[in-house]
Nanobody, 114 residues
Framework: VQLQASGGGLEQPGRSLRLSCHASGIVFSINAMAWHRQAPGKQRELVAEIASNGTTRYADSVKDRFTISRNNARRTVLLQMNSLKPEDTALYYC?????????WGKGTLVTVSS
């Protein structure tokens, strides 16, 4: 199983970034996918999750700003991040569980600063 994340970078507060994660080695269409993040000195936390049927769940801190979506044909999950805040600065990780095991992609760094 491989999760390949991309799209991080430096952006100013109020602007947008989009993260992408391509998955291989799983039956993507039946798997829930998620994004987590870990800020410096803090624990890793769930940002957003999308079930196989498209049902989504968000952390309170990103509701109405972030949108998670999936493209089963491309085996890709996206995280559209709008109205970025400095507190969104973190390493963002793509995550899934498959056959009882948890899989994490390499983190992609998002820095929000003026």
């Amino acid at each position: 199983v491989q999760l390949q994340a991309s799209g991080g970078g430096l952006e100013q507060p109020g602007r947008s970034l989009r993260l992408s994660c391509h998955a291989s080695g799983i039956v993507f269409s039946i798997n829930a996918m998620a994004w987590h993040r870990q800020a410096p000195g803090k624990q890793r936390e769930l940002v957003a999750e999308i079930a196989s049927n498209g049902t989504t769940r968000y952390a309170d801190s990103v509701k109405d700003r972030f949108t998670i979506s999936r493209n089963n044909a491309r085996r890709t999950v996206l995280l559209q991040m709008n109205s970025l805040k400095p507190e969104d600065t973190a390493l963002y990780y793509c995550y899934t569980a498959w056959r009882g095991n948890a899989y994490w992609g390499k983190g992609t760094l998002v820095t929000v600063s003026s």
